[in-house]
């Protein structure tokens, strides 16, 4: 079945700086991708959902880029500050099932003043 | 209001007892998951409801069983709860396919 990899799994930046984080999955017949970002004792909020084929989509803040042929979703997070500070998921829905959303193992950003 | 509602937010138990954690919706989404979320391995689904008694096994059912009669509920529970289902535990829920999920704030059971 679909098998998600997300780095990494930590991530520091300072106030200002870009952060990337990146996931590959394994569906070639995926076709919902999600970020979500979990703040200290809270659940999950999205924070983006993509599909089609290679696409940037832009919120505040921060970019997301979808790449079907290689099999990877990234988030970029331009110029953090410390309220970006979070665990951050990427989730595929494969085709095959799509109420079936398979959440990556998270990555903790931390961004220091 | 868009909300998913867990409860209860903290629990400790004994090995043996029963676990019950109540979850609700007030968005009518048919849909909704039960999952476990422990450093390191990020979030895992447990179960999936399609509807009010239509509930399939996730990846990691074994030990649990959900109840669903109303489709606003959505119950997990741990006969004979053991040290290793000490987690946090989330419930969600989604309209149709390939919608977003929406996460109640979590359950954090201890099992000593």
């Known amino acids: 079945g679909e098998q998600v990899e997300q780095r990494p799994p930590h991530l520091s930046v300072r106030e200002g700086d870009s952060a990337v984080i990146i996931c590959t999955y394994t569906?070639?017949?995926?076709?919902?991708f999600f970020w979500y970002k979990q703040e200290p004792g809270a659940g999950l909020q999205l924070l983006m959902k993509?599909?089609?084929?290679?696409e940037i989509n832009e919120g505040q803040g921060f970019t997301v880029l979808l790449n079907k042929k290689d099999k990877q979703l990234s988030l970029n997070l331009t110029a953090a500050h410390p309220g970006d500070s979070a665990v951050y998921f990427c989730a595929v829905s494969p085709d095959t099932n799509a109420y079936k959303v398979i959440f990556g193992k998270g990555t903790h950003l931390h961004v220091l003043p | 209001d868009m909300k998913v509602t867990q409860m209860p937010r903290y629990l400790i138990k004994r090995m043996g007892e029963n676990v019950l954690l109540e979850c609700g919706q007030d968005m009518s989404h048919e849909t909704m998951y039960w999952y476990r979320q422990d450093p390191g391995l990020g979030l895992q689904l447990i179960y999936i409801?399609?509807?009010?008694?239509?509930?399939s096994e996730g990846d990691i059912p074994k030990g649990y069983r959900v109840s669903r009669k109303k489709r606003e509920h959505f119950s997990l529970i741990l006969d004979s709860a053991k040290t290793n289902q000490t987690s946090v535990y989330f419930c969600?829920?989604?309209?149709?396919?390939?919608?977003?999920?929406?996460f109640g704030e979590g359950s954090r059971l201890i099992v000593v």
């Open positions: 993509v599909f089609s084929s290679t």
């Open positions: 969600a829920s989604g309209g149709n396919s390939g919608n977003t999920l929406y």
């Open positions: 569906d070639p017949n995926s076709y919902y």
């Open positions: 409801s399609y509807d009010v008694d239509s509930n």
